[in-house]
């Protein structure tokens, strides 16, 4: 087999690769007309491109099936990250090995000075990410003045990492005849700019939604109670099984300790985040790749252009931050054809958002609840019926194995012990606190009513003089005392039975705290806010100083289902008597100095199984 329009010498590589067909974006850069252009080529990740900018650079730099000796490099490519640049490295490797390639790999947190003795013994082709290589330029151990192509990846990424300046610099170092392919997954109007700078007659090349680097994702929007997110991400993680997953946060914090609590329920996971070293993230993917660990935890920009053939699950277990976010880190699967699934964990707060974000990206998800313990057991049952009614050949050694069980005990007792230990090999499934209906199947008002509100009545004691405060969460979120306990406990550092009572109204929710200690809770909330005065599930704690202004639910004798104490309504926390000075509240003036940020996973308490 060969493919038509390519240097035979990298045919052939990629026949020894397996490639059966080009993939559409390979297919453009090729074809006749696209020959020796510059290129401006939206393509999404996983399409490919890699593979087609080292096909579209061919004609600059094989001769007569060999690259070229070179003092000084002929290609360069730039990527955004240190990944990135070492997965091209290695994909460029293969693709002109047998074309006999020099390639030198510039990046940032690996020895430069072996970098630079590379650079020196000649070599035709440079990856590296901007900074690294702008020092090299800058010191004289990179020379472009003979390069024929520059090739920009994840020109995006690039520009919204702050490298404009980097890129500009190492350009215009090179010269005017080279060719320039521009290979971005969006084309906001910077790159555009870039292109117009750098680029003379560029041909378009737009293969999004003709590849497959989206069609082969399906997304999920998975509801949840924000104090759910964990047990959530645990039930997906044990519901699909994937041969590999990939977790993000929106913090180093969150990731070290999302990895830190799955490490310890005995999943096999690793971290990738800034505050790990070249080295640590090298051990991290290898032990991704020859599968000692199935669950990478990571920061958008840690993962960014990470290509690890066997991710068919990426789960968002913070919201990202933009439409484009949501591509990137959702592009680690569904690739190369593969099929993959990203999740979008959505806390009720969060739900008009996400819904936003998603129809701006014209992104069909499909909404449903987290998968529940019992969903995950029934999944794990399926499972383990086909891989034990699966023929097999048994050695004689595990046949007389067998004959001597059966000799002891029935075969239900023996295929119950095998149930067990095969069962006690896997973390076990949470049970979430709620898994309740969403959107449009939600029960009538009023059908939630005195089940779901939390009243006093069990706990009038104590709560003659208390404070209100008020959630911006209430029915129309899904607002339940059964996540909102948690939560309280959680932001404000108070038990249970230092809450009173809890009334949900359609957009918002009042509870009482004591009066004693309300200056504590309104200082904890406070500190375990971020900058917008929520916590990351978009929940925010503020003072009442009027009380609910609406009536508390009543049960169907007519009573209330709990008690406001008249007297106390009207005081803030620490009361009106506090006057001017008294303490800062939850998105007061002033207390924003004391704001940090919060973690979006404290551990959901564990319940009784
Ligand atoms: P990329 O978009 O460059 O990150 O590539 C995604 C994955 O697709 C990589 O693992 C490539 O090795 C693989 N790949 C690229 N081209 C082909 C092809 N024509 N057939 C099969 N796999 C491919």
Redesign the pocket.
Known sequence: MTFENLSPVLSDA?VARG?????PV?THVTESEAKGRDLLVSAQ???????AFGLAMADELVEDGRLPFATSPLALIIAPTRELAMQVSR?LGWLYGKAGARIATCVGGMDASKERRALGQGVQIVVGTPGRLRDHLERGALDLTVLRVAVLDEADEMLDMGFRDDLEEILDATPETRRTLLFSATLPKPIVQLAKRYQRDALRISTVGEDRGHGDIAYQAVTVAPADIEGAVINLLRLHEAETAMLFCATRDNVRRLHASLVERGFAAVALSGEHSQNERNHALQALRDRRARVCVATDVAARGI?L?TLSLVIHVEIPRDAEALQHRSGRTG???KKGTAVIIVPYPRRRRVDGMLRGARIEAEWMDAPTAADVRARDQERLMEKLLTPQEHEPEDIELAQRLMAERSAEDIAASLVRSHRALMPPPEDLIDNGPRGRDRPERGERSERLERGSSDRREGFEDSVWFRLNIGRHQNADPRWILPLLCRRGHVSKNEIGAIRIGPKDTMFNIPRAIADRFAEAVVRTANQDGEDDSGVSITPAPDGPTYPPRRDKSGRSGERVPRATLGRGPGGDRAGPRGPRTPGGPGGNDRYKPKPYGQRSPRRPK
């Open positions: 990629l490639y059966e067909a080009l993939t390979q990740t996983g399409s490919g491109k890699t593979v994909e290509d053939p690739r190369a054809g």
